[in-house]
């Protein structure tokens, strides 16, 4: 992709073939890199950066696939970004109905990232979010461990108190962030998934015993498999 006959040939098929991908839109399309910024403005996009370099926006998107030998990552937000910015999305966050998941159970690794949505929250909203109103910590953190729990019915974790299983994690939120998402090749059949890692995290403990220490595993395995919904306490 580097030689420019290459690129010359590619850039006329786009071209030809505009109608095929018309989905591409530039205009929401945005470079992912560190410091990561997952709410960029308008003016962040590839077609904005292209006009304002007095560019083609397809042939400075060419170029910018090719930084970081040709391993950079972009970001297209499609639904729920039409205004450029995440209001819409915190009306939903705060709906008392709302629950937070991942809702494609990993069925597309390879293109999306999910895991690192509690991170995310509490990063961007709970402490980051410029670009409007953020969410208290302790409603990040409530909606997350026990409104989850209670709602899968998980009777025996979600709050920190005698008796509960002891499953938490020790932040250091000050130092807290997501690094980029980095694509690994470590699946059955050489299969690919998308992988993000995040600093900041002290301790993860399950059932009160330590399983990863500052982003390392120890090697403890104590959690077990859940099957299905528990009775409550109490019920026989």
Not at 30 to 43: A, H, I, K, R
Not at 47 to 59: D, K, Q, S
Request: net charge negative; proline share 5%.
């Amino acid at each position: 992709m580097r030689r420019p006959e290459v690129k010359e040939k590619l850039l006329e098929e786009l071209g030809a073939a505009h109608q095929d991908i018309a989905f591409i839109n530039l205009g929401r399309v945005f470079q992912l890199q560190e410091p990561l910024d997952y709410e960029p403005s308008e003016e962040d996009s590839v077609a904005a950066m292209a006009e304002r370099e007095g560019r083609e926006a397809h042939e400075l998107f060419y170029d910018l696939l090719l930084e970081d030998d040709g391993r950079r990552l972009f970001f297209a937000p499609t639904l729920n970004y039409t205004e450029f910015n995440y209001d819409v999305v915190r009306k939903m966050l705060t709906h008392p109905r709302a629950a937070l998941g991942l809702d494609d159970a990993g069925a597309h690794c390879g293109v999306i990232c999910d895991a690192s949505m509690p991170t995310f929250m509490l990063t961007h909203w709970a402490r980051d979010r410029s670009r409007g109103e953020g969410l208290p910590l302790e409603f990040v953190v409530k909606k997350m461990t026990s409104d989850t729990a209670r709602l899968y019915g998980l009777n025996d974790r979600g709050v920190l108190k005698p008796g509960m299983k002891g499953d938490v994690n020790v932040i250091d939120l000050d130092r807290l962030q997501l690094r980029a998402p980095e694509l690994a090749h470590d699946l059955p059949a050489d299969g690919r998934r998308l992988v993000q890692k995040a600093e900041g995290f002290v301790a993860t403990i399950v059932s009160g015993e330590v399983i990863m220490r500052d982003g390392e595993e120890t090697g403890a395995r104590p959690g077990k498999l859940v099957r299905g919904e528990q009775q409550p306490a109490g019920v026989v």
